[in-house]
């Protein structure tokens, strides 16, 4: 396990640049859990990770479908496909790669880079590497701070 890093995130603008930069270090297979109440920029981290993995679509909160697959433009890269489990937050026992199955995805979880809101506990049983990344938002201020942990094997 690596040491934890943080930034801090005045504008959304930062915030994507973080996504991207940390998106360049993703490969297939890996999973990052995205933490943080609501509010705190999670969607918005997901999209710079979209752009450094040059997926197609617009990236948006997959809140009400629990997961938008996000296909590379590339052949070579991998699909990121975009998980919230938020309204699944009460559901104990949930087994996470049955919900994913259950999706019916066109792309193998083996070949995506797998980013996941509200998973914290749960989607670290995806893969043995993952990032873990929070994200807070300062009462009254737009200013976030993110702090992330590389787990590997």
Do not use: N
């Amino acid at each position: 396990m690596a040491d934890p890093q943080e930034a801090t995130l005045a504008t959304a603008e930062d915030t994507v640049a973080l996504g991207a930069r940390l998106g360049e270090q993703l490969r297939a297979g890996d999973v990052v859990v995205l933490s943080g109440p609501l509010g705190a920029g999670k969607t918005v981290l997901a999209k710079g990770i979209a752009a450094a993995l040059d997926v197609d679509g617009p990236v948006t909160s997959p809140t009400y479908v629990l997961a938008r697959e996000h296909r590379a433009r590339r052949p070579d890269s991998p699909a990121m496909i975009h998980v919230d489990l938020y309204r699944l937050l009460d559901e104990s026992g949930l087994d996470l790669l049955a919900e994913l199955d259950s999706l019916d995805l066109d792309t193998e979880l083996d070949d995506a880079v797998v980013v996941v809101e509200w998973g914290e506990g749960l989607a670290e049983r995806l893969s043995d590497r993952h990032l873990d990344i929070r994200l807070d938002r300062a009462a009254d201020s737009e200013t976030r701070t993110a702090s992330w942990r590389w787990h590997t094997p």
